[in-house]
């Protein structure tokens, strides 16, 4: 089991920055692939970037590519997300999420193996 809880939510006005960050504790969040989901009031929860368990390979969504950046630290067991630029179209509950196996970058929702309960970000225009 891996246990995720997310922070660093808020409001901020467009333009403006946040970073987020997801903790992980239990067994083996070094060996998986981490994922950032967000999710609009009304909208499907949308894939937003993801980093192997090495951080050698991103990806990112094309909404968010040159303005979002993901890291991890293997040694606090942490996961971020560097949000800059920030548009309104922007707001929504941010998950991360963890997957075990082959890391592929871009992945379903459905493919998750565990999800954190989320952190809502605003961005006020």
């Known amino acids: 089991q891996v246990q995720l809880v997310e922070s660093g939510g808020g409001l901020v006005q467009a333009g403006g920055s946040l970073r987020l960050s997801c903790a992980a504790s239990?067994?083996?969040?070094?060996?998986?692939?981490m994922y950032w989901f967000r999710q609009a009031p009304g909208k499907e929860r949308e894939f937003v970037a993801s980093?192997?368990?090495?951080?050698?390979?991103?990806y990112y969504a094309e909404s968010v590519k040159g303005r979002f950046t993901i890291s991890r630290d293997n040694g606090k067991n942490t996961l971020y997300l560097q949000m800059n630029s920030l548009k309104p179209e922007d707001t929504a509950v941010y998950y991360c999420a963890a997957k075990g196996g082959a890391y592929y970058g871009l992945e379903a929702r459905d493919n998750m193996d565990f999800w954190g309960k989320g952190t809502l970000v605003t961005v006020s225009s």
């Open positions: 980093i192997s368990w090495n951080a050698g390979r991103t």
């Open positions: 239990g067994r083996a969040f070094n060996s998986r692939g």
